[in-house]
T-cell receptor, first 115, second 113 residues
């Protein structure tokens, strides 16, 4: 049990579909992240939320829309995706900066295939 | 341009021997470095970290060495065990309070029984 859960674990969607990825952390953390891992590429940070406020958006296309309703939940809404968006999407969380912890805890990821 | 580089995509070692995983970085503003391990179908899990004020950090069989002048760090695993077989990611974080981690591409370690 990593403390960070993601659903669904696998998702296949067409380019015209709308779907959402969900992440939940049970660790009492205040910061949450979305990463994308494509084949043979480094993990790419997409979004950072700290205390439910988006603090970083790494030039991600608008077809990806994050939502953080509270410090325990993070969503990634997907619409009109492209085949090149097929990847492993990882959610992570961390304690706030004041605690001094710099470690991020990852969920198992959602394997997304866009057809 | 990659700021964190893991130039070897894979490494194979014999059980009981030492595994040395290398990582280079280009951004001199990085002040904190982490290693993550990832098994198939799981998310990365934190392994060990080191602050730029240190040159070595040890935790059981895992030791991370940092050479700031060379902008190089390495992870030593000794003795290696078959359960250590996984993909290892090097990550770095810069000064200024940003939460952003910059990751390398990862390296697949295989420990043969």
């Amino acid at each position: 049990e990593t403390g960070v859960t993601q659903t669904p674990r696998h998702l296949v969607m067409g380019m015209t579909n709308k779907k959402s990825l969900k992440c939940e952390q049970h660790l009492g953390h205040n910061a949450m992240y979305w990463y994308k891992q494509s084949a043979k590429k480094p993990l790419e940070l997409m979004f950072v939320y700290s205390l439910e406020e988006r603090v970083e958006n790494n030039s991600v296309p608008s077809r990806f829309s994050p939502e953080c309703p509270n410090s325990s939940h993070l969503f990634l809404h997907l619409h009109t995706l492209q085949p090149e968006d097929s990847a492993l999407y990882l959610c992570a969380s961390s304690q706030d900066r004041a605690s001094g912890s710099q470690q991020q805890y990852f969920g198992p990821g959602t394997r997304l295939t866009v057809t | 341009d990659q700021q964190v580089k893991q130039n070897s995509p894979s490494l194979s070692v014999q059980e009981g021997r030492i595994s040395i995983l290398n990582c280079d970085y280009t951004n001199s503003m990085f002040d904190y470095f982490l290693w993550y391990k990832k098994y198939p179908a799981e998310g990365p899990t934190f392994l060990i970290s080191i602050s730029s004020i240190k040159d070595k950090n040890e935790d059981g069989r895992f030791t991370v060495f940092l050479n700031k002048s060379a902008k190089h760090l390495s992870l030593h695993i000794v003795p290696s065990q078959p359960g250590d077989s996984a993909v290892y990611f090097c990550a770095a974080k810069s000064q200024g309070g940003s939460e952003k981690l910059v990751f390398g591409k990862g390296m697949k370690l295989t420990v043969n029984p």
